[in-house]
């Protein structure tokens, strides 16, 4: 079978979960390429997670209060996606060049212009995501992943770079 991380042509990755003491999970996903092309390039969660039998119920932008990326808020997509019973709140960026992206035709746009005008096409893609479980108000979702967000984001400069 294919891997899937072939198949996605990665140059780094971080896939993990993380567990709160009170046994919450968020799930970290961060997708780096050195150098983006045709092929080789962070793929949107938007035709990912429907391809993986999730539906999507919306998608927003939203900017996270307190959470700032290089000194300018962070705006990212949400949504919450949902596969039979299974609920989970999705926050997802790409974050590419000193850039914080949401829009996914700009992503391709900016690797354009990058690659005539700095000569770099690098970047990520970042993804959080945590379950919501039956009866769990969706307001302490979004504040487990909003509290996880401002942890994850105080870390990443040292990886994803400017």
């Not at 780096?32 to 092309?37: D, E, G, L």
Request: aromatic share 12%.
């Amino acid at each position: 079978p294919l891997n899937i991380l072939d198949a996605l042509k990665v140059d780094d990755y971080l896939l993990t979960s993380y567990t709160h003491t009170d046994g919450t999970v968020v799930n970290l996903y961060v997708a780096y390429y050195a150098s983006q092309k045709k092929g080789q390039s962070a793929h949107s969660p938007r035709t990912c997670m429907p391809g993986g039998g999730w539906k999507m119920q919306g998608l927003t932008q939203k900017r996270l209060e307190g959470i700032d990326v290089n000194g300018v808020p962070l705006i990212v997509n949400r949504t919450i996606i949902q596969k039979g019973d299974y609920r989970q709140l999705v926050y997802y960026w790409f974050q590419e060049r000193g850039r914080i992206i949401t829009n996914e035709y700009l992503v391709k746009w900016y690797i354009l212009w990058d690659a005539l005008t700095k000569n770099r096409t690098d970047g990520a893609l970042i993804r959080l995501t945590t379950y919501i479980p039956p009866g769990e108000e969706l307001e302490v979702a979004e504040k487990r992943l909003h509290d996880f967000t401002r942890l994850a984001v105080e870390q990443l400069h040292d990886y994803v770079p400017n």
